[in-house]
């Protein structure tokens, strides 16, 4: 898929510095969380986050509400963010960001697979053992992946999350 903006370093950093403010706030603040919970694009976008800029802009596949529903998706029945919860978020957000970047469907995911990697990678700083441990899961996947099922099996993988 060649031919399309890429996530820079500056947002991957930007990304990942964030997100981590955003969980320290959340420790702290839970007034801050229920906001989020309330409206999440809203509050990332409110949040500063420069990715936020390609979820908004792909209205051909509406990323912000897709986003917006795998967020609560994750959220629901939960009375705060845990390091599980917040890798999903983090990992859907980039997930979606690479999607919006090369104005594509969310169908058209596989394609962008090397691209998403790459971003996850440098935003959670993986060991190349984890990138080629993802990449060969995936390889085995045949049918459908979702943006939430990739974003699932990366925090698996990473260890934030428990094997569903």
Known sequence: MAGYEKLT???IN???????ELLNL????????????????RYLRNFGILVMRYIDNNQLSRLSSRLSQSIRNVLRHLDFLDRCSWCKI??????????GAARVTVYNIRGLIGDIIEAIEGIFNMANDIVQRIR??????????????LARLICEQLGYCPYE
């Open 9 to 11: 370093e500056v947002e």
């Open 14 to 20: 930007d990304l990942r510095f964030k997100f981590e």
């Open 26 to 41: 959340f420790e702290r603040d839970n007034y801050e969380f229920l906001e989020f919970e309330r409206a999440p694009i």
């Open 90 to 99: 983090l990992a859907l957000v980039t997930i979606y960001a690479v999607i």
């Open 136 to 149: 060969n899961l995936l390889n085995n996947i045949n049918d459908y992946l979702s943006p939430y099922r």
